[in-house]
């Protein structure tokens, strides 16, 4: 039988399947760290493991959403964009938050927590801070449980930043960012309010200087597009 010589259809690249694919690759890594992680000893001498409605529970599982969405985001706008300062500040963005996703994986399995928590997100940051009393918080509670998430996007933002391209994408994705980072930097001053434990007060004080810095330079880029 003669070779089929029929041209045969083009395949055209699926940029929505090369983005999740991208992601999925980035959150794998978040499971290899938190191994890693867990086979370690994952407290300072001294400190007594959480419980499951302590502070640094719901911080480690709160913060894992919000560092997630921000890796979606950043993978986002890496896909959309061929500018190299934005393109490097979204890599520096999903693995270092990607990183940190996996450590507070980890504290959870060395805690002998369940991931999922029985208690509404923010439930938490309702606690009332170390050396206050229940009636003394009440008044400045601004979360409240099951409540969003200080500066977590919506799908509907996430979507129209998935449609955008360009400098109109990199002018969303700094805004989202911003607003996303002062979310997480008041998340990490919150558990640092409730906390005594040592490898939670560190990792939410490099939280806070860390995004503080890049909400700072996320500000500047944002304004030379303006």
Known sequence: MAPDSSPKPAVTADPGRSRRLAIAAVLTAIALVAVSLVIGRLSAPGDSDPVDSSAEAGFARDMQVHHNQAVEMAMIVRDVTADPDIRLLAYDIATSQAQ????????????GLPQAATDPSMTWMSL????????????????????????LATREQITELSASDSVAAERLFLELMIAHHAGGVEMAEAVVER???????D?????VKAQSSEIELM?????DRE
């Open 100 to 111: 940190q996703s996996g450590q507070m994986f980890g504290w959870l399995a060395q805690w």
């Open 128 to 151: 009332p801070p170390l050396g206050e009393t229940s009636h003394d918080h009440a008044a400045e509670t601004a979360h409240a449980p099951g409540s969003q998430m200080p500066g």
């Open 195 to 201: 906390s005594e434990n040592r490898v939670v007060l």
């Open 203 to 207: 990792l939410a004080g490099s939280i």
């Open 219 to 223: 500000t500047r880029m944002l304004a």
